[in-house]
């Protein structure tokens, strides 16, 4: 039996799932496979706190519309009692109060219900290893929120720099862009006409020069510098 938290056999990631519809839930389980292990469902708000909280998942794939509070309620209830827990908003809604609310809460990444099988897959095992996963259209939505000032503060003339930007070079500038937006390493590589390896290669430099850890600390990096 898999302890709380811990990885299943093969590496797979334990993955709990809330949504309030089954079949949604039924849909999301066959997609998935054998490339994750499911160790729960809710399909509401207070059933997914509690089965969270006793199950201790790698990730969570979480609806933003439940009964009982939504799903920035559960985030909420559980995020500074489970920081090992990762989440994942899984939502028909591609709204921006949706996605900034859900990332505000502590998800670590936001799809679409029309995320293919494999694709979602692909984005659960980047959360769990500690990414960040967003499509192009929704991490803008991030960016914007990140990036704005309180109205209270007076806007700059010039953009925020770091110092490390300079360490980067023109490649790696645009690698960095496009992974704090949240495309893939494959959508990059297409992009910019290199293999994905030379891609993975921009990427661990990029980290390395500015001393980030994880693509999130890049995108907020990102927005505070006001790169995007």
Same mark, same amino acid.
């Given at each position: 039996?898999?302890?709380? !938290?811990?990885?299943?056999?093969?590496?797979?990631?334990?993955?709990?799932?809330?949504?309030?519809?089954?079949?949604?839930?039924?849909?999301?389980?066959?997609?998935? !496979?054998?490339?994750?292990?499911?160790? !729960?469902?809710?399909?509401?708000?207070?059933?997914?706190?509690?089965? &969270?909280?006793?199950?201790?998942?790698?990730?969570?794939?979480?609806?933003?519309?439940?009964?009982?509070?939504?799903?920035?309620?559960?985030?909420?209830?559980?995020?500074?009692?489970?920081?090992?827990?990762?989440?994942?908003?899984?939502?028909?809604?591609? #709204? #921006?109060?949706?996605?900034?609310?859900? &990332?505000?809460? !502590? %998800?670590?990444?936001?799809?679409?219900?029309? &995320?293919?099988?494999?694709?979602?897959?692909?984005?659960? +095992?980047?959360? %769990?290893?500690?990414?960040?996963?967003?499509?192009?259209?929704?991490?803008?939505?991030?960016?914007?929120?990140?990036?704005?000032?309180?109205?209270?503060?007076? +806007?700059?003339?010039?953009?925020?720099?770091?110092?490390?930007?300079?360490?980067?070079?023109?490649?790696? /500038?645009?690698?960095?862009?496009?992974?704090?937006?949240?495309?893939?390493? /494959?959508?990059?590589?297409?992009?910019?006409? &290199?293999?994905?390896?030379?891609?993975?290669?921009?990427?661990?430099?990029?980290?390395?020069?500015?001393?980030?850890? *994880?693509? *999130?600390?890049?995108? /907020?990096?990102?927005?505070?510098?006001?790169?995007?």
């Amino acid at each position: 039996m898999t302890a709380p !938290g811990q990885r299943s056999g093969a590496g797979r990631p334990s993955v709990f799932l809330v949504d309030d519809h089954a079949m949604v839930r039924a849909g999301v389980r066959h997609e998935l !496979g054998d490339s994750v292990t499911v160790v !729960g469902e809710a399909a509401d708000a207070d059933a997914a706190i509690a089965g &969270i909280r006793a199950a201790v998942p790698d990730v969570v794939l979480l609806d933003v519309h439940l009964p009982g509070g939504g799903g920035h309620a559960v985030l909420e209830a559980l995020r500074s009692e489970l920081p090992e827990v990762r989440w994942l908003a899984l939502s028909v809604s591609d #709204a #921006a109060e949706d996605v900034i609310a859900v &990332i505000r809460a !502590g %998800a670590r990444g936001y799809v679409t219900k029309t &995320i293919s099988g494999p694709d979602l897959v692909a984005a659960v +095992q980047r959360v %769990a290893e500690g990414d960040v996963v967003f499509s192009p259209r929704l991490a803008g939505f991030v960016l914007d929120a990140f990036a704005a000032s309180p109205p209270s503060a007076p +806007q700059p003339e010039d953009p925020a720099t770091d110092p490390g930007l300079d360490l980067l070079s023109a490649r790696e /500038r645009e690698v960095m862009q496009l992974l704090a937006r949240g495309y893939t390493y /494959r959508e990059i590589g297409s992009r910019l006409f &290199i293999s994905v390896k030379t891609v993975e290669s921009h990427a661990s430099n990029v980290l390395r020069k500015l001393q980030l850890s *994880n693509r *999130n600390e890049l995108t /907020r990096w990102a927005a505070t510098n006001r790169l995007l």
